[in-house]
């Protein structure tokens, strides 16, 4: 109160307003003061925010990113005519039904003629995926010209050698609490010497289904479903969204009915979607017969659980265009109509778009309705229609999750980078088809 | 007609501002509602939004090729009436009007009557500029599009230029057709919306305020351009501006509280206006 601040020293008026000033003034520290706590307690709470989201990114991708690299084993493989082909016909049918699993055994015991015993072998056997017969047959049938020679075979390893190569395995364990025993491991240790064992990209993960060996597991068929639930989705709400908001926006009487539907509207956009499921259970399966855990099923439940938001989205865009503009439309004699497909809604549909791909995002990313209707189930085949059993990326997410073997864990991780990838490139569309319609007024 | 005419035209003593401070109900309009050569006739015409009365038992003639100058303090329902002369007031939630409105001799707000004709014949000029967000070339093409009045580009073109020619705005704008009608200054929009609406070839052309938004050598433009409408169209105009109202105007109507009070020719309403009101208002003693 002593020290007034620079702007009151100019020379008093009067001794009243001397006091307001110095009124004023003394008030001026307390009032900065809680301005610069609130400022502070702003920018703690998005500091601890991006703490949070930079601890959560961090930990995924520090458990998935291994997931993108496979481990691969050289085993010279003797493809043994007369095992394999028998009759030297070189049938596809009878190159199909050989017994490549004896013929990865036969190679691996080949490799190690040091080990004996049933158990020993079994523990050899296990060094080597449960998918590599198949990576063999896969091989015949594309180069019948491999049968009667020796070659050297990148096989798959098995779950166990895959996380002891990643490091995810700790060797220095007694072998009692370890899943790889102490033979086991002199015998990657020798592959490793021999310069035997190789990480690959692992393109697997990407074109596979799943499967209950880790190292074969993929998302391929998670992500086919996914996207024909999602595209059907899309094709089911959003002309519906948008009719019904431009309905009830534009055309509707505005009375208690209308006002009763938009209070159940906005309401449906906060029921737990689990109901959603219930419902899609109950009316799509139940009574219409739709065949369940299809991508069909799935898209009529998630429309309907868009809908809302895509309907409240639609009406406050639509809300938001100047009525100037259906006024010079409609003087011009322009039905009611044409003024809103030709000049309503173009300019409302940046913001339509958002509602609908904001939508469309929380869709991709919901499991509990789809648990419901079938869609968990474990489906290894990759869907090829809307009709085709299938699973989606959120809900493989989480049958991966529950898994106990510890190759899942960071196919999980990937998985959820995966979709938190597909996440951002909606969100940026969205922004970008935001950019690219807006028009000013 | 001229019976009912004259049934309405009374004697203009009788009414005084005292009757209309009481708050009664007022429907003697002093001064001549009809017009030699009408193009609309309006009779007894009322329109409530919700419980307001908003227009009470206005009667008024629209001339051939005459300017119509509405005038009166805001909210005396001078737009409101104008509104229902193309139907705007369709749009509205709860509002509605009775009386009767003819166009040619036809009743617009007969059920079999559709607005969106009608208003292709009874166009309308906003009082903010409303151009659509598209290019100068479409927002005056648009009319002519979807009533399907042109049957190919040339004529499509030349009846752009022609419209545009007819607004003043040709020689402006005739090099960038293809730029956005938003991006003109406010006059020029103004124009254009008249060009706009100018391209259906209206009867009649309603404006509402319509230099309410420009400076004065815009709103000088626009009023030179109403005079030579005159030739081709019936105008009626609702403005705040009495000079405006005294420049481009034959007649002169006068509102107030939804009353049509005063109607004349534009020299005698402003020279000598005959209801107390009337004179209050244009001498600015309100309003």
């Not at chain 1, 100037?324 to 940046?350: D, K, M, Y």
């Amino acid at each position: 109160m002593n020290n007034p601040a620079p702007g009151a020293s100019a020379p008093p008026p009067a001794p009243a307003a001397r006091r307001t000033i110095d009124i004023v003034n003394a008030s001026l520290k307390r009032r900065y003061a809680r301005e610069a706590r609130f400022r502070f307690m702003g920018a703690a709470a998005v500091f601890l925010g991006l703490l949070f989201v930079g601890v959560l990114f961090g930990d995924i991708v520090a458990k998935g990113y291994t997931a993108f690299a496979q481990t691969y084993i050289q085993v010279p493989v003797y493809f043994d005519s007369a095992t394999l082909d028998p009759d030297g016909s070189r049938d596809p049918q009878v190159l199909a039904n050989a017994d490549y699993l004896g013929l990865v055994k036969a190679s691996l015991r080949t490799l190690f003629p040091q080990v004996t015993g049933r158990a020993q072998q079994r523990a050899l056997y296990a060094l080597i995926s449960a998918g590599a017969p198949q990576q063999l047959q896969t091989m015949v049938r594309q180069y019948p010209s491999v049968l009667g020679t020796t070659r050297d075979v990148w096989l798959i390893a098995g779950a166990d050698v895959d996380m002891l190569v990643k490091g995810q395995i700790d060797r220095e364990l007694p072998e009692a609490d370890r899943r790889i025993k102490d033979s086991t491991l002199t015998l990657v240790d020798q592959l490793k010497t021999e310069g035997r064992i190789e990480q690959r990209f692992n393109t697997g993960f990407f074109t596979n289904g799943t499967s209950r060996e880790p190292e074969l597991a993929g998302i391929a068929g998670a992500l086919a479903g996914t996207f024909y639930t999602l595209a059907l989705t899309l094709l089911l709400s959003f002309p519906i969204g948008v009719g019904a908001a431009l309905y009830l926006q534009e055309f509707a009487p505005k009375n208690r009915w209308t006002d009763l539907i938009e209070v159940n509207i906005n309401n449906l956009a906060a029921v737990p979607s689990i109901v959603f499921g219930l419902l899609g259970l109950a009316v799509f399966i139940n009574v219409f017969g739709v065949p369940r855990s299809t991508p069909l099923v799935g898209a009529l439940v998630l429309a309907l659980m868009t809908l809302p938001t895509i309907i409240i989205a639609s009406r406050a865009a639509l809300q938001s265009v100047p009525p100037s503009i259906r006024e010079a439309a409609l003087g011009v004699g322009a039905s009611p109509l044409q003024t809103q497909f030709h000049h309503v809604l173009p300019l409302a549909l940046p913001g339509i778009m958002t509602g609908a791909i904001i939508g469309m995002a929380r869709a991709l990313g919901e499991s509990a309705p789809l648990l419901m209707i079938g869609m968990i189930a474990f489906i290894v085949d990759i869907p090829q229609g809307i009709t085709d059993s299938a699973t989606v990326l959120p809900v493989q997410i989480y049958l991966w999750a529950d898994s106990p073997e510890r190759g899942f864990v960071e196919r999980t991780s990937a998985a959820i980078l995966v979709l938190l990838g597909f996440m951002v490139v909606m969100n940026l569309a969205a922004v970008l088809l935001r950019r690219r319609f807006e028009r000013r007024w | 007609m001229n019976a009912l005419a004259s049934e309405i035209v009374r004697d203009t003593s009788a009414v005084s501002a005292a009757d209309l401070a009481k708050g009664g109900h007022f429907s003697g309009t002093i001064g001549d509602i009809t017009t030699p050569d009408p193009r609309m006739v309006c009779r007894e015409v009322n329109v409530w939004y919700g419980d307001k009365h908003a227009i009470k038992d206005v009667s008024l003639d629209i001339g051939n090729h005459q300017v119509v100058a509405m005038i009166g303090p805001s909210g005396c329902g001078k737009s409101t009436f104008l509104r229902c002369l193309n139907r705007m007031n369709d749009t509205i939630d709860g509002c509605r009007v009775r009386g009767s409105i003819t166009l040619d001799g036809r009743e617009i707000y007969d059920k079999g009557l559709d607005p969106v004709p009608l208003r292709a014949q009874v166009g309308m000029v906003f009082q903010k500029p409303n151009p659509f967000p598209k290019s100068i070339f479409e927002n005056v093409a648009y009319g002519a599009r979807i009533h399907g009045l042109t049957n190919s580009k040339a004529e499509l073109d030349a009846l752009v230029e022609t419209s545009l020619r007819k607004a003043g705005l040709w020689n402006e704008v005739k090099d960038r057709l293809d730029q956005p009608g938003t991006g003109l200054s406010g006059g020029q929009q103004q124009r254009l919306c008249i060009a706009r609406t100018i391209a259906v070839s209206p009867e009649v052309i309603l404006m509402d305020e319509p230099c309410s938004a420009l400076d004065p050598i815009a709103t000088a433009i626009i009023e030179e351009l109403i005079d030579e409408l005159r030739e081709h169209y019936s105008i009626a105009i609702v403005t705040h501006s009495m000079q405006q109202a005294a420049r481009v105007s034959q007649r002169t109507a006068y509102f107030h509280l939804g009353d049509l009070v005063e109607v004349g020719e534009t020299t005698q309403v402003f020279t000598n206006p005959r209801h107390k009101l009337t004179e209050d208002y244009i001498t600015g003693r309100f309003g």
